[in-house]
């Protein structure tokens, strides 16, 4: 959603903006790209993706600013930059393509592994530690209410008979066995999804992202929020709505805005992207 995202960033050449998802460069290249004077702040938990960004980005590089960090240690890095608020504000929410594919990284079901789920390496919790140390109930609790798979506690009761699960497809495979697929979707996707939602506390990151961006943003700049998740989307439609009742932001788009038939067809991930946006008063 490239192209609606600069578009509802509304741009200009001398602004500073901050892309709290850099991810592989994608959107921070793209922003910098439309740069004169101005620059853009780019962060990611994940010091493997920032290597590679700047690499991606390399034409743009005195327009960037690239800096390891949570959505909770946003607030930080612009202290540290000496800079009170910026123009706009980009958080992309979906894992990376890089992280997906990289079987070293654990996060696919379709390829194999270590179960390990971390965005950032260097984080004590795995995947495989969750799976192999939680008891039934808050294994299926987790599954249930992160993944929102409604067959939770039959897939928790069969991993817990299936301990140790060391690698992906392992535990891809117990799921499967224990949930047939009935649908195009694998039946361990929820599964997956809801570890490493918990092995990268991906919802206390998003609350304190919410509760902090509008701070960030200077009145006039806006905030463009892309996620692929209905618990996510639901937290930012809520804090969205929030701030528009209170008077300080103004919403850019009554509903939420999706991509287009031809973006969906180049890039199937893309199908459950939305995207929210609105400009601080």
Known sequence: MLTAVLEYLAIRPEGIYLDATAG??????AIAHKLATGFVIACDRDPESLVLARQNTAAFAERIRFR??????????????QIEKVDGLIADLGVSRYQLT???RGFSFTADGPLDMRMNRTDDVTAADLVNTFDEKTLADLIYNLGEERKARRI?????????IKTSLQLAGVVEAAVPRTKKLHPATQTFQALRMAVNDEQGQLDRFLEVAPNLVKSGGRI????FMSLDDRKVKTS???????????????HVVRPAR??????PASRSAKLRALEMN
Do not use: C, M, Q, W
């Open 24 to 29: 592989l460069g994608g959107h921070t290249g």
């Open 68 to 81: 390891e960090a949570r959505f909770s240690e946003l607030a930080s890095v612009l202290s540290e930059l």
């Open 102 to 104: 990289d079987p070293e």
């Open 156 to 164: 928790a009761r069969a991993i817990v008979r299936a301990r140790p």
């Open 224 to 227: 463009v929020v892309i996620t």
């Open 240 to 254: 969205f709505k929030s701030l528009a009742r209170e008077g300080r932001a103004t919403l850019l788009a009554k």
């Open 262 to 267: 031809e973006e969906i067809y180049n890039n």
